[in-house]
């Protein structure tokens, strides 16, 4: 995988970098939503500046982005496709420690499939499969997951992770930034985070685990809907 990388000077810029970039560059969708979002704002939208400011964690109140990076893929363990992220952002927290964070951005997509309809596509639980969700597991510090966890949230979280790793940074995020009126999927996001014993809420940040000395958050960020017009 190539790591070199070029600069945007305007939004339109993200769409060539998309796994599919005709069918998901549309008006109201949450690819192009999320460019425009992100590429006006000085450093972080400033939805996402607030939920980080009102952390009860200090470090957090004031991240300054280092890189900010549109459709950052992240090498999984296993044969198959890497983790396309949204957003990759590398930042700097106040106590000085580095932060992982992915960004998944959403109007009213879902998040794709089911573990358990993962596991049973194609072949079914390869040993391949299992490689990859072991390794999936490793990452994020849990010994089992339920079929009906959505799979990307798993990649994505373990991208934070693994980013984390590769950065040698102190903390990984997970932030879905959804642009949707109606909050939709939230239901499935908190399906997620109760595997980690946290009941969750929008705009709030929580802490999941500690998966070797990476503090791992997630946090649900609600957009403006302005900019699902642009």
């Known amino acids: 995988m190539k790591r ?23 008006v109201g969708y949450s690819a192009r939503t999320l460019a425009y979002c992100w590429h006006t704002a000085t450093g972080f939208p400033e939805e996402v500046g607030l939920v980080f400011a009102s952390s009860p964690l200090l470090a957090f109140h004031s991240i300054e ?5 549109p459709e950052y893929k992240v090498s999984l363990k296993g044969r198959g496709p890497d983790s396309q992220n949204d957003i990759f952002v590398l930042g700097k927290a106040q106590d000085g420690e580095l932060v992982s964070i992915m960004v998944e951005g959403k109007v009213e997509e879902s998040f794709g499939d089911s573990l358990g309809k993962w596991k049973s596509a194609n072949k079914g639980f390869t040993d391949n499969k299992r490689e990859r969700l072991d390794d ?9 997951i339920p079929d009906d966890i959505y799979y990307q949230l798993l990649h994505r979280t373990a991208s934070a ?22 909050a939709s999927w939230f239901d499935e996001y908190a399906r997620f985070l109760n595997l980690f014993d946290v009941v969750a809420e929008k705009n709030v940040l929580h802490h999941l685990n500690v998966v070797d000395g990476i503090d791992v958050y997630t946090v649900w960020v609600t957009g403006d809907v302005c900019f699902l017009k642009l």
Do not use: C
Not at 65 to 69: E, K, N, Q, T, V
Not at 139 to 144: E, Q
């Open 136 to 144: 999936l597991q490793q990452h994020l510090g849990l010994a089992s």
């Open 161 to 182: 992770v693994i980013e984390a790793r590769r950065f040698n940074a102190r903390y990984a995020i997970m932030l879905v930034h959804s642009f949707s009126p109606t």
């Open 65 to 69: 982005p280092l890189l900010i990076l």
């Open 4 to 26: 070199i990388f070029i600069p945007a000077s305007q939004a339109q810029d993200w769409q060539q970098f998309l796994a599919e970039p005709e069918r998901q560059w549309k």
